[in-house]
Protein backbone atom coordinates (compact mmCIF):
# COMPACT_ATOMS: atom_id res chain seq x y z
CA UNK A 1 0.00 0.00 0.00
CA UNK A 2 2.71 2.28 1.26
CA UNK A 3 4.39 1.39 -2.30
CA UNK A 4 1.50 2.30 -4.39
CA UNK A 5 1.65 5.90 -2.89
CA UNK A 6 4.87 6.03 -3.76
CA UNK A 7 4.52 5.50 -7.03
CA UNK A 8 1.16 7.23 -7.85
CA UNK A 9 3.52 10.15 -5.82
CA UNK A 10 6.24 9.83 -8.67
CA UNK A 11 3.49 9.62 -11.94
CA UNK A 12 1.87 13.02 -10.78
CA UNK A 13 4.91 14.64 -9.98
CA UNK A 14 6.34 13.12 -13.59
CA UNK A 15 2.89 13.85 -15.38
CA UNK A 16 2.88 17.64 -13.88
CA UNK A 17 6.42 18.01 -14.49
CA UNK A 18 6.29 17.41 -17.99
CA UNK A 19 3.04 19.42 -18.82
CA UNK A 20 4.64 22.39 -17.24
CA UNK A 21 7.83 21.94 -18.93
CA UNK A 22 6.00 21.40 -22.56
CA UNK A 23 3.68 24.44 -21.60
CA UNK A 24 6.99 26.25 -21.02
CA UNK A 25 8.67 24.97 -24.26
CA UNK A 26 5.61 25.98 -26.55
CA UNK A 27 5.68 29.20 -25.02
CA UNK A 28 9.41 29.91 -25.49
CA UNK A 29 9.04 28.61 -29.43
CA UNK A 30 9.42 26.02 -31.28
CA UNK A 31 12.75 24.82 -31.42
CA UNK A 32 13.35 24.06 -35.26
CA UNK A 33 17.36 23.24 -35.34
CA UNK A 34 19.16 23.34 -32.03
CA UNK A 35 22.43 23.97 -32.38
CA UNK A 36 25.00 25.36 -30.71
CA UNK A 37 24.75 29.29 -31.95
CA UNK A 38 21.32 29.06 -30.97
CA UNK A 39 21.31 26.93 -27.21
CA UNK A 40 22.48 30.17 -24.89
CA UNK A 41 19.83 32.30 -27.01
CA UNK A 42 17.16 29.60 -26.48
CA UNK A 43 18.78 28.87 -22.69
CA UNK A 44 18.09 32.19 -21.37
CA UNK A 45 14.45 32.56 -22.36
CA UNK A 46 13.44 28.84 -20.97
CA UNK A 47 15.08 30.04 -18.06
CA UNK A 48 12.80 33.53 -17.50
CA UNK A 49 9.91 31.59 -18.30
CA UNK A 50 7.78 30.69 -15.41
CA UNK A 51 6.55 27.52 -16.84
CA UNK A 52 9.52 25.77 -17.60
CA UNK A 53 10.62 26.30 -14.24
CA UNK A 54 7.97 25.16 -12.69
CA UNK A 55 8.45 22.18 -14.46
CA UNK A 56 11.92 21.78 -13.44
CA UNK A 57 11.61 21.93 -9.91
CA UNK A 58 8.36 19.27 -10.21
CA UNK A 59 11.19 16.66 -12.04
CA UNK A 60 13.53 17.36 -9.93
CA UNK A 61 11.44 16.48 -7.02
CA UNK A 62 10.57 13.55 -8.89
CA UNK A 63 14.10 12.35 -9.04
CA UNK A 64 14.93 12.61 -5.38
CA UNK A 65 11.71 10.44 -4.69
CA UNK A 66 12.47 8.36 -7.12
CA UNK A 67 16.13 8.21 -5.91
CA UNK A 68 14.64 7.39 -2.32
CA UNK A 69 12.43 4.61 -4.00
CA UNK A 70 14.77 2.84 -5.47
CA UNK A 71 16.62 3.00 -2.10
CA UNK A 72 14.00 0.19 -1.02
CA UNK A 73 12.28 -0.92 -4.20
CA UNK A 74 13.18 -3.05 -6.58
CA UNK A 75 13.95 -1.53 -10.25
CA UNK A 76 11.83 -3.79 -12.10
CA UNK A 77 9.02 -2.83 -10.12
CA UNK A 78 9.07 0.97 -9.71
CA UNK A 79 10.19 1.69 -13.50
CA UNK A 80 7.41 -0.35 -15.17
CA UNK A 81 5.22 0.84 -12.56
CA UNK A 82 6.00 4.75 -14.11
CA UNK A 83 4.51 3.50 -17.46
CA UNK A 84 1.49 3.96 -16.14
CA UNK A 85 2.21 8.57 -16.65
CA UNK A 86 0.71 6.90 -20.24
CA UNK A 87 -2.40 6.52 -18.69
CA UNK A 88 -2.69 9.58 -16.71
CA UNK A 89 -1.78 11.36 -19.33
CA UNK A 90 -3.99 10.07 -21.57
CA UNK A 91 -7.35 10.51 -19.49
CA UNK A 92 -6.82 13.99 -18.95
CA UNK A 93 -5.98 14.85 -22.19
CA UNK A 94 -9.45 13.35 -22.99
CA UNK A 95 -11.49 14.22 -19.94
CA UNK A 96 -9.86 17.82 -18.52
CA UNK A 97 -8.92 19.02 -22.51
CA UNK A 98 -11.16 17.10 -24.24
CA UNK A 99 -8.62 15.83 -26.82
CA UNK A 100 -9.97 12.97 -29.13
CA UNK A 101 -8.02 10.05 -28.39
CA UNK A 102 -7.24 7.73 -31.53
CA UNK A 103 -8.13 4.08 -31.12
CA UNK A 104 -4.56 3.34 -30.94
CA UNK A 105 -3.78 5.30 -28.58
CA UNK A 106 -6.40 3.80 -26.68
CA UNK A 107 -5.36 0.09 -27.27
CA UNK A 108 -1.87 0.99 -26.21
CA UNK A 109 -2.79 3.20 -22.94
CA UNK A 110 -5.35 -0.14 -22.40
CA UNK A 111 -1.96 -2.46 -22.74
CA UNK A 112 0.02 -0.62 -20.34
CA UNK A 113 -2.92 -0.69 -18.03
CA UNK A 114 -2.86 -4.32 -18.23
CA UNK A 115 1.11 -4.23 -17.94
CA UNK A 116 1.33 -1.85 -14.92
CA UNK A 117 -1.78 -4.19 -13.31
CA UNK A 118 0.32 -7.82 -13.89
CA UNK A 119 4.02 -5.99 -12.30
CA UNK A 120 1.47 -4.61 -9.29
CA UNK A 121 0.54 -8.20 -8.61
CA UNK A 122 4.19 -9.73 -9.29
CA UNK A 123 5.53 -7.51 -6.31
CA UNK A 124 2.52 -8.79 -3.96
CA UNK A 125 3.39 -12.37 -5.04
CA UNK A 126 7.38 -11.92 -4.60
CA UNK A 127 6.12 -10.27 -0.65
CA UNK A 128 3.97 -12.92 -0.16
CA UNK A 129 6.70 -15.79 -1.17
CA UNK A 130 9.38 -14.13 0.86
CA UNK A 131 7.32 -14.05 3.89
CA UNK A 132 6.10 -17.65 3.51
CA UNK A 133 9.67 -18.24 3.72
CA UNK A 134 10.64 -16.49 6.41
CA UNK A 135 7.45 -18.11 8.41
CA UNK A 136 9.03 -21.33 7.35
CA UNK A 137 12.70 -20.63 8.68
CA UNK B 1 21.98 5.50 -39.94
CA UNK B 2 23.02 8.40 -37.79
CA UNK B 3 19.97 8.76 -36.13
CA UNK B 4 20.02 5.07 -35.79
CA UNK B 5 23.19 4.80 -34.05
CA UNK B 6 21.37 7.97 -31.92
CA UNK B 7 18.87 6.54 -30.87
CA UNK B 8 20.30 3.32 -29.87
CA UNK B 9 23.25 5.26 -28.11
CA UNK B 10 19.90 6.63 -26.25
CA UNK B 11 18.14 3.80 -25.23
CA UNK B 12 21.54 1.91 -24.21
CA UNK B 13 22.22 5.42 -21.61
CA UNK B 14 18.83 5.69 -20.15
CA UNK B 15 18.51 2.17 -19.31
CA UNK B 16 21.98 1.59 -17.88
CA UNK B 17 21.45 5.36 -16.43
CA UNK B 18 18.44 3.62 -14.06
CA UNK B 19 20.25 0.46 -13.62
CA UNK B 20 23.78 2.42 -12.19
CA UNK B 21 21.52 4.91 -10.37
CA UNK B 22 19.73 2.00 -8.26
CA UNK B 23 23.02 0.25 -7.80
CA UNK B 24 23.73 3.38 -5.93
CA UNK B 25 20.98 4.06 -4.08
CA UNK B 26 21.60 0.35 -2.35
CA UNK B 27 24.79 0.50 -1.30
CA UNK B 28 23.76 4.10 -0.21
CA UNK B 29 21.19 2.53 1.85
CA UNK B 30 17.31 2.85 2.36
CA UNK B 31 15.91 6.14 3.01
CA UNK B 32 13.98 5.74 5.42
CA UNK B 33 14.15 8.83 7.93
CA UNK B 34 13.15 12.10 7.77
CA UNK B 35 15.04 13.49 10.63
CA UNK B 36 17.84 16.13 9.14
CA UNK B 37 20.91 14.66 10.53
CA UNK B 38 20.55 11.39 8.92
CA UNK B 39 19.02 12.64 5.81
CA UNK B 40 22.39 14.73 5.33
CA UNK B 41 24.57 11.95 6.60
CA UNK B 42 22.60 9.91 3.37
CA UNK B 43 22.53 12.90 1.09
CA UNK B 44 26.55 12.93 1.74
CA UNK B 45 27.30 9.08 1.19
CA UNK B 46 24.90 9.91 -2.05
CA UNK B 47 27.20 12.46 -3.33
CA UNK B 48 30.16 10.82 -3.22
CA UNK B 49 28.81 7.08 -4.94
CA UNK B 50 30.64 6.43 -8.09
CA UNK B 51 27.43 4.38 -9.20
CA UNK B 52 25.25 7.34 -8.39
CA UNK B 53 27.30 10.03 -10.34
CA UNK B 54 27.74 7.09 -13.26
CA UNK B 55 23.99 7.06 -13.55
CA UNK B 56 23.04 10.27 -13.22
CA UNK B 57 25.76 11.58 -15.82
CA UNK B 58 23.99 8.52 -18.01
CA UNK B 59 20.88 9.65 -17.67
CA UNK B 60 21.48 13.27 -18.13
CA UNK B 61 23.27 11.94 -21.22
CA UNK B 62 20.71 10.37 -22.67
CA UNK B 63 17.94 13.25 -22.49
CA UNK B 64 20.51 15.54 -24.16
CA UNK B 65 20.26 12.81 -26.79
CA UNK B 66 16.59 12.73 -26.75
CA UNK B 67 16.33 16.33 -27.14
CA UNK B 68 18.91 16.63 -30.06
CA UNK B 69 17.27 13.73 -31.66
CA UNK B 70 14.14 15.35 -31.37
CA UNK B 71 15.13 18.04 -33.19
CA UNK B 72 16.97 15.94 -35.72
CA UNK B 73 14.45 12.96 -36.55
CA UNK B 74 10.79 12.67 -36.84
CA UNK B 75 9.05 12.41 -33.88
CA UNK B 76 6.80 9.20 -35.51
CA UNK B 77 10.53 7.44 -35.18
CA UNK B 78 11.96 8.49 -32.21
CA UNK B 79 9.46 8.46 -29.76
CA UNK B 80 7.85 3.97 -30.18
CA UNK B 81 11.68 3.58 -29.87
CA UNK B 82 11.99 4.40 -26.06
CA UNK B 83 9.57 1.34 -25.33
CA UNK B 84 12.52 -1.23 -25.50
CA UNK B 85 14.06 0.40 -22.92
CA UNK B 86 11.49 -1.24 -20.18
CA UNK B 87 13.18 -4.39 -21.29
CA UNK B 88 16.44 -3.52 -21.20
CA UNK B 89 16.58 -2.24 -18.03
CA UNK B 90 14.57 -5.25 -16.29
CA UNK B 91 17.22 -7.27 -18.21
CA UNK B 92 19.92 -5.00 -15.96
CA UNK B 93 17.92 -5.40 -12.85
CA UNK B 94 18.24 -9.01 -13.19
CA UNK B 95 21.99 -9.53 -14.30
CA UNK B 96 23.47 -6.73 -12.93
CA UNK B 97 21.55 -6.23 -9.98
CA UNK B 98 20.60 -9.93 -8.63
CA UNK B 99 16.56 -8.73 -8.62
CA UNK B 100 14.69 -11.86 -9.35
CA UNK B 101 12.14 -11.45 -11.40
CA UNK B 102 8.94 -14.04 -11.76
CA UNK B 103 7.29 -14.64 -15.25
CA UNK B 104 3.97 -11.80 -14.14
CA UNK B 105 6.60 -9.28 -13.87
CA UNK B 106 7.84 -9.81 -17.53
CA UNK B 107 4.44 -10.64 -19.07
CA UNK B 108 3.13 -7.11 -17.29
CA UNK B 109 6.58 -5.15 -18.44
CA UNK B 110 6.47 -6.67 -22.13
CA UNK B 111 2.64 -5.38 -21.69
CA UNK B 112 3.88 -1.68 -20.90
CA UNK B 113 6.41 -2.03 -23.59
CA UNK B 114 4.22 -2.53 -26.72
CA UNK B 115 1.47 -0.18 -25.33
CA UNK B 116 4.20 2.51 -25.26
CA UNK B 117 5.16 1.47 -28.15
CA UNK B 118 1.58 1.78 -29.57
CA UNK B 119 1.24 4.71 -28.28
CA UNK B 120 3.97 6.53 -29.22
CA UNK B 121 3.23 5.41 -32.71
CA UNK B 122 -0.20 7.08 -32.60
Known amino acids: ?137 | MKNLLAILLFVLLDALGDVFVTKGMKQVGEVSTLQPRQLLNLVRRALSNPFLGLGVLSLTGSFALYLALLSWADLSFVLPMTAPSYVLASLGAKYFLQEKINTLRWIGTIFICMGVALISAS
Open chain 1, 1 to 137: MKNLIVVLLLVVLQTLGGVCLSRGMKQVGVVEKLNLSNLPHFGLRMIGNPWFIVGLLLLFAFFLLYLTALSRLELSYVLPMLASSYVLTALLAWLVLGEEVSIKRWAGTLAVSVGVLLVGLSSRKNVASSRLRHSRE
